[in-house]
C-alpha cells in the first residue's frame, strides 16, 4: 500500500522511520509523497509536496496519514482525503475530538477507514481495545491520567520540586510545550475522554461542554499533605452514562495511595473502564513520545492492511449533564475533610 | 452465524447466556447444538446432543465453542471442527499451551480461525493486543501476575489470614479448585506464560520445559517482614527473549511497594510488556470468572464474524535456556538480603 503523510515533525518523520523499516523488509507498505512547509523540502527530496492535494488526490496513495495538529488545516485535509477514497489515519486529538461523527460517516460513504488509535493515549492500544469490548461490553464508567505533562508535573512536586520547578523540568525534557496551557487547564484531557466516552457509549460528545478545572493553583504543601494522609493527587479525567445521562469532568482528585492510578507515575497514562461485563479493566503505559505514538499509527495502518478495521456507530442520542453534583473537599491538617472554599485549592475524594 | 458449545459448566452456560442476548435483539449469533454429559440433557432440551461428532461434523455450524477444559478429549474435538472446516474459540489454556501450532497450522489449511482470548487472562484483552502490537513492536520482556487463585491468597495472607486460612477462603469463594494444586506450584502460569510467548515471539514453547516454583513454603512471617521493608511479595510468570534465546519461569518475587504489581490485589491479574517501541505496556483487570471469561469467547466470536481474526506465525525457532540465572535471596530481619538457602523459602527481587 501507498502511504501519503502530511506533516513531517516529530510523529510524522517517526512514522516514516517505521514504514522503510518495513519496506527494507519488503512487507508492502511504503511512503511515497510527504506535505509540509517549504523548509523540509531539502530533507525530504523527492518525496516532498508543497500542496495537500498531491496527496489527498494523488491517485497512487491509498493512505493518507495526518500528523500535523491542530484544527482548520487537517479537517480540510481529512475531509478531502476521504472523498477522494483515502483511508486516513491520525494522532490528532483535536480534530478527531471536533469531527469524528463526519469523519465517521465520510469514510463509511466512501468504503475507506478513518483511524485514531494514536490520538488517545499513545502506544497504548486504548481506541481499538475499547471498539472491540464495546460489542460484548455495556461500559458505563470510564477514568484516568490521560495527560503525561500533567502527570509528570505532580510527581515531581510529590519527589520535593515546586510547581514552577516541575514544569520547567518537563519543558527542559520536551513532555511540556512552551506553552502548557492546554495541559495544565485541562483541555487536552477533555478530548481524549470525549472521544473515549463516543466510542463506549456509542454517542458523540459536544467536547465544548465538558467542564474542566486545571492544577494551576497546586501548591507542594497541598500535596504533601495528602500524602501524609495516605493519599496521592492525581489530575484525571473521567466519564459516566447511567441510563442515557452523561457526564463528562477534568479535574484534580485525591486516590488512595494503593490504587493503581496513584502509582501511575511520571509521563506515564493509565486508563480504566468499567462495565456490564468487565468489573474494572486498566491500561497503563507511556501516553506520549515520538516512538509510541508512530507505532500506534503503523498499527492503524496494518488493521486497514490486513482488513481488520471496523465503522463505528456514533448514533445514540444522549443527555448532558453539565452540572456535576461531586462534593468537593479541603484536606484538613488532622487527615480530615471539610467542605472547601471555593477561593482555595481543593479536589474531590475518590473512596475506592 | 450458527454456533455449537462443547462443555457446558460456568463458561458454556455463560457463552450461551450472551448469545442468546444478542439473538433476542436480532444478531445473527446462535446457539444451536450443546454437547455435555447426559444430566445435562433435561436442562438443555432439543440443544442437547451426547456426542461431540454432532458439533463438528453438523453442516449448519460455523463456530464450535470448546469450554470443558483438560487435554485429551479438547485436543480430539478442536481438531475434528478444524478439519470439519469450523473455526474455533476455547478459553482452555491446558490444550492451547501443548498444542497451538498444531491448532493455527490446522485452521489455516481448513480455511477457518482458531480462537483463544479467553485463555489467558480471562477478560483483559491480552491475546488480541498482543497479536496486534506484535505486527508493529518487537517484544522482549513479558511479566505478570496470571493467576488470579494464588493472588488471592497472597493478599488475604498480607491482611492477616495464615496460608491454610487463605486458601481455604480462595475455595469458599469459588477462585481455588478443590485440588488447588495446578495454581499453587504453579502449572496454570506456565500455561499462560507460554501462550503470551508463543504470540509475542513467533515460536512455539515446549510447556515442559518451563520452570516452575510454587507458594506452598511460604510463611505470614515472610510476608510480614517483607511489607515491614517496603516490598510486596508476588508470585509471577516472566518471558524474556535475547537474540534467539528465550528463558520463561514461574516463581515468587519482591516488589516494591509502590509497583503497579504490588498493587494488583486479590483475585485481580496484571499483565507487563515491554519491546522496542513501547517502554512499558500494563493491562490489570480481573483474570477469571464466568462473565469476564465468557465475554471473552464473544469477542473472539466478533472478531470471526466481523471478518477481523488473523493467523500467526510461530515458525521462528529459538533456543530455550533451562537454566535461570536469577539470583535468589532470603530477607533478613534489618530488610537487608542475603544469599537464600535453598531448604528455606526465598524469593528473588525485582528492583524497578
Given amino acids: 500500500m501507498k502511504i501519503g503523510i502530511c506533516g513531517y515533525g516529530v510523529i510524522g518523520s517517526g512514522v516514516k522511520k517505521l514504514i522503510d523499516e518495513k519496506h527494507q523488509n519488503n512487507e508492502d507498505l511504503e511512503v511515497i509523497k510527504v506535505f509540509d512547509k517549504p523548509f523540509k523540502k531539502d530533507e525530504l527530496k523527492e518525496l516532498y509536496v508543497n500542496d495537500y492535494k498531491k496527496i489527498t488526490e494523488n491517485k497512487d496513495i491509498d493512505i493518507v496519514v495526518e500528523a500535523m495538529g491542530g484544527d482548520k488545516f487537517p479537517y480540510e485535509i481529512i475531509k478531502d482525503a476521504l472523498k477522494n477514497k483515502k483511508h486516513v489515519v491520525t494522532s490528532n486529538k483535536e480534530v478527531v475530538s471536533l469531527h469524528l461523527d463526519e469523519f465517521n460517516s465520510l469514510a463509511k460513504e466512501n468504503k475507506v477507514y478513518f483511524m485514531f488509535e494514536a490520538s488517545v493515549g499513545g502506544g497504548i492500544p486504548i481506541i481499538n481495545s475499547l471498539i472491540q469490548n464495546r460489542k460484548v461490553n455495556e461500559i458505563n464508567h470510564i477514568y484516568g491520567i490521560l495527560n503525561g505533562t500533567t502527570n509528570f508535573i505532580l510527581t515531581k512536586i510529590e519527589e520535593g520540586l515546586s510547581f514552577d520547578d516541575a514544569l520547567k523540568e518537563a519543558q527542559r525534557l520536551g513532555f511540556a510545550e512552551a506553552d502548557p496551557t492546554a495541559d495544565l487547564e485541562g483541555l487536552d484531557m477533555v478530548r481524549k475522554i470525549s472521544i473515549l ?140 475533610f471539610k467542605k472547601a472554599k471555593k477561593e482555595n485549592f481543593y479536589a474531590r475524594v475518590f473512596m475506592e
Avoid: M, Q, W
Avoid at 494551576?216 to 441510563?243: M, P, Q, W
Avoid at 488512595?256 to 496513584?262: A, E, G, L, V, Y
Fill in 197 to 336: 466516552s463516543d466510542i463506549a457509549y456509542n454517542t458523540f460528545i459536544d467536547v465544548n461542554k465538558v467542564e474542566h478545572r486545571g492544577i494551576k493553583g497546586i501548591t507542594k504543601e497541598f500535596i504533601e499533605k495528602a500524602n501524609k494522609n495516605g493519599l496521592v493527587l492525581k489530575f484525571i479525567c473521567e466519564s459516566k452514562i447511567k441510563d442515557n445521562y452523561v457526564s463528562l469532568i477534568v479535574e484534580p482528585v485525591l486516590f488512595k495511595k494503593d490504587n493503581i492510578i496513584s502509582n501511575t507515575k511520571n509521563e506515564f497514562n493509565c486508563v480504566i473502564f468499567e462495565g456490564k461485563s468487565n468489573d474494572k479493566l486498566a491500561f497503563v503505559g507511556k501516553g506520549a513520545g515520538s516512538l509510541p505514538t508512530a507505532s500506534a499509527i503503523l498499527s492503524d495502518i496494518y488493521l486497514i492492511k490486513d482488513n481488520n478495521a471496523n465503522y463505528l456507530d456514533l448514533s445514540k442520542k444522549v443527555v448532558y449533564c453539565e452540572k456535576n453534583d461531586n462534593d468537593y473537599l479541603e484536606l484538613c491538617d488532622d487527615g480530615t
